[in-house]
């Protein structure tokens, strides 16, 4: 029986590219949800085992809601991680395929993929309207849906292909250094290995009466060698000023020296909550494969 997978959808979207990607279709049956909390929230009450979620990209930054709705909401391990380039194309309806770009009064996708083409957009759509949609696939199926308005989404080439629509302008994307790191939360990959390179993710919370703790807390990884390759600071929501710290780890957390590291930590009177320890697979694009 092949396992459950969600990722954020609807069908077309970027998350469902790379979750195929990283999945095997022989062995996963891909189920799109309208947003990310309804992804993430179908991995915790188990109607998936396991799903698909952006967490990063190049340009924007971290999706701090993924981020926010892992700490706050839920208590899911990430099991494992995908970096895959991205590409935003200009979409449009077959009946508006010929219609000048001045012409075009809305403009619909992530706000992601929007910030991701500022350039792009003030040079080319500047008197369109931006309106946002929960994923660039939504913004595709509205297109679709409205063959006789003015509208535009910003998307992939999977939603253009789904929804039947034309493509009018490819890689819009202001940095061509574009990619999104997605995380599988939920149960073991089975393609999971220990041939490619591990990260731990965790969460690290500062006692609010010891000065200098964050330094602290850098100090054992330096001392120990160990590299950092993410340090995010995120409200814990408990008042002004108080912060806690996602920290990623390029090591696997059954290395002796992260659990001396990881109890350091805690000696010193932190609070720390570990959020993963995970394979890192990346897409390489001339053999349309992931590297394993």
Excluded at 38 to 51: P, Q, Y
Excluded at 97 to 110: G, M, N, Q, T, V
Excluded at 138 to 156: C, D, Y
Excluded at 176 to 199: A, C, H, M, W
Aim: with cysteine; charged share 20%; hydrophobic share 40%.
């Amino acid at each position: 029986m092949k396992r459950k997978a969600a990722y954020l959808g609807p069908k077309g979207t970027f998350t469902q590219e790379a979750a195929q990607y990283l999945l095997p279709a022989s062995q996963y049956e891909f189920i799109p949800f309208k947003t990310i909390p309804d992804c993430i929230n179908a991995v915790d009450n188990k109607s998936v085992d396991l799903g698909v979620v952006p967490v990063e990209n190049t340009i924007e930054g971290s999706v701090n809601l993924t981020l926010d709705w892992l700490v706050h909401q839920v208590d899911i391990p990430i099991t494992g991680e995908l970096v895959y380039p991205i590409s935003q194309h200009l979409l449009v309806h077959q009946s508006q395929r010929d219609l000048p770009l001045k012409a075009f009064e809305k403009i619909l996708s992530h706000p992601q993929a929007v910030a991701q083409c500022q350039l792009f957009l003030r040079e080319n759509l500047p008197q369109a309207e931006i309106e946002y949609a929960n994923s660039t696939a939504e913004a595709a199926q509205v297109i679709s849906e409205h063959p006789t308005k003015p509208w535009i989404a910003i998307g992939n080439k999977l939603a253009k292909d789904i929804y039947e629509l034309s493509l009018r302008a490819e890689s819009i994307e202001d940095n061509g250094n574009n990619f999104t790191r997605f995380i599988v939360i939920g149960q073991e990959l089975k393609n999971g290995s220990r041939d490619v390179p591990y990260k731990t993710s965790v969460l690290v919370t500062l006692p609010e009466d010891f000065p200098g703790a964050l330094h602290q807390v850098l100090a054992v990884f330096a001392w120990r060698k160990i590299n950092l390759t993410r340090i995010e600071s995120r409200p814990t929501k408990k008042g002004l000023g108080s912060y806690h710290f996602f920290i990623d780890i390029a090591m696997d957390a059954e290395n002796v020296l992260m659990q001396g590291a990881l109890a350091e930590i805690e000696a010193l009177g932190c609070g720390i909550r570990l959020l993963g320890s995970y394979p890192c697979f990346a897409y390489t694009q001339k053999a349309n494969s992931v590297t394993r």
